[in-house]
């Protein structure tokens, strides 16, 4: 979720899917681009990609720009 200085919300990403997925981390370049980390344990859908795990539990690594 990327809320401005004067309040409100302006977008909000959602991690959808099969499985236990989630995001666990979240951190910001110089640029205020979020970084997020987490993890998948089947399928997810992140912004307009789907992710497939490849075992029981991957990693998962994703950039958004503002």
């Given at each position: 979720?990327?809320?401005?200085?004067?309040?409100?919300?302006?977008?909000?990403?959602?991690?959808?899917?099969?499985?236990?997925?989630?995001f666990?981390?979240?951190?910001?370049?110089?640029?205020?681009?979020?970084?997020?980390?987490?993890?998948?344990?089947?399928?997810?859908?992140?912004?307009?990609?789907?992710?497939?795990?490849?075992?029981?539990?991957?990693?998962?690594?994703?950039?958004?720009?503002?």
């Open positions: 979720m990327k809320c401005p200085p004067q309040g409100g919300v302006q977008w909000v990403q959602t991690l959808v899917g099969s499985g236990n997925n989630r666990v981390s979240v951190s910001l370049d110089s640029g205020g681009n979020p970084y997020v980390t987490g993890s998948l344990t089947d399928t997810a859908q992140v912004g307009s990609g789907t992710l497939s795990s490849t075992g029981t539990r991957n990693v998962l690594v994703a950039s958004f720009s503002k």
